[in-house]
């Protein structure tokens, strides 16, 4: 429940930012000088919080690798959907159609499974389309 919470709640950087400290000192060196209970108390403590902070370690590395893979699908790749039109076109407006059920559409039967089909026409619309618009064909995900 933590972990889904300080996910949701901060950010990688927050996370690192508020468990820096508690991560360093985890791997502090147990001085010399200290008296025998004052050593073994360094040692436990050291002990005791070695797999909390290997935890959080291994949180921090999940969670940036995930979060820059998602980055991939949720930023777009670059500042433009579509490239610049050449001058002799600028003038030309964009139609933006969309393939699943528009252009083609998908049949189920219980004997062959699926199969996918151009709609009637569609040929003959797209090439009346194009004398008068950039045609962008996209795919649109529920």
């Known amino acids: 429940g933590a972990t889904g919470y300080v996910t ?9 930012q508020m468990t820096r400290e508690f991560r360093k000192n985890s791997k502090l060196p147990i001085s010399e000088d200290l008296s025998g209970f004052e050593k073994f108390k360094a040692m436990a403590y ?7 902070a290997a935890a959080i370690d291994l949180y921090l ?3 940036s690798q995930i979060e820059d893979q998602i980055q991939g699908f949720v930023e777009p790749s670059s500042e433009k959907l579509l490239p610049d039109l050449p001058p002799q076109e600028q003038h030309v407006f ?3 159609l969309d393939l699943n059920e528009t252009l083609v559409y998908s049949d189920w039967k219980r004997e062959r499974g699926w199969r996918t089909f151009k709609r009637p026409g569609v040929d003959a619309f797209l090439e009346h389309l194009a004398k008068f618009y950039e045609v962008v064909v996209c795919i649109l995900i529920n």
């Open 8 to 16: 949701y709640a901060y950010s990688v950087d927050e996370v690192d």
């Open 46 to 52: 050291s002990e005791t919080v070695k797999v909390p």
């Open 61 to 63: 590395d999940v969670r």
């Open 94 to 96: 964009t139609i933006v």
